[in-house]
């Protein structure tokens, strides 16, 4: 088969030993039964809680142990090519086949997770995931299709202030939150100053739990700058993790319209 980089990926049989190095990707993994099969996760695979202390950590997405990867023996590796180097994938390829995801938008991640039910063996599990998150969706869509569409600067990080740009799944699921997302002729993760111009146009600043981990601090400096806009902290997981997650974001995206 072929992984979303369309390289040729080489299974045998149905892997029984696998590590992920996508956090995400992990808590996919749990969700559709596959814990036991688990060997290797890194240090950021932090849902659900109690997997960092019944598997090996091997390291991060971007560092690795490669001696740890090695004596865990596993079938496959799952990398994806945003939050994995190349370098990283490079190191591991004598070890295990490695299925590398690339994820732009929704049809990426329904196509992953129907993927991983031909690799892992369970079809109807995964095929039963993505009706239950487009189910999710459409009822979302359909109470929120006649609402104004407010626009929204979602900020990832700051010293130096980073915002979601297009080109990137934070973008897209701003679009399925029903936002305009005010830096969207602009590509990727720009940065920006607080005196950019765009940030007038928007009705609301978000400001993610993560990758940075924005606090109460945060607002009330925004507040200070932007007094006429609505500024609120919001969780970065259900903005930009790809997979089971997915069943959460628009119960969620519904309160941000509160």
């Not at 560092?63 to 994806?80: F, G, S, T, V, Y």
């Not at 994995?84 to 070890?95: A, F, V």
Request: proline share 4%.
């Amino acid at each position: 088969m072929k992984d979303q980089l369309k390289r040729d990926i080489q299974l045998n049989k149905t892997p029984k030993r696998i590590i992920s190095l996508v956090p995400s990707q992990t808590e996919l993994l749990v969700d559709l039964g596959l814990e036991a099969s688990i060997v290797g996760v890194t240090k950021f695979c932090v849902h659900p809680k109690h997997l960092r202390m019944s598997k090996a950590v091997v390291g991060g997405t971007k560092q690795i142990n490669i001696e740890k990867i090695k004596a865990l023996c596993p079938d496959i590796i799952l990398c994806n090519k945003e939050e994995n180097t190349k370098e990283i994938i490079e190191s591991l390829e004598e070890i295990a086949p490695i299925y590398i995801s690339d994820i732009y938008n929704l049809d990426d991640c329904f196509e992953l997770i129907n993927m991983y039910g031909e690799i892992f063996d369970i079809k109807r599990t995964t095929s039963t995931l993505v009706s239950n998150i487009q189910l999710e969706r459409e009822a979302f869509q359909l109470q929120f299709q006649d609402k104004k569409k407010l626009k929204v600067a979602y900020f990832i990080w700051q010293q130096p202030w980073m915002v979601a740009a297009s080109e990137n799944f934070i973008d897209v699921m701003i679009k399925e939150a029903g936002f305009i997302n005010v830096f969207e002729d602009e590509k990727r993760y720009p940065e920006i100053d607080l005196n950019n111009s765009k940030l007038k146009e928007a009705d609301f600043i978000f400001l993610s739990s993560e990758p940075f981990p924005f606090k109460a601090e945060h607002i009330l400096e925004f507040q200070k700058k932007f007094p006429e806009k609505t500024i609120k902290i919001v969780d970065g997981e259900l903005f930009s993790w790809y997979g089971s997650r997915l069943l959460k974001s628009y119960s969620y995206f519904k309160t941000l319209h509160i």
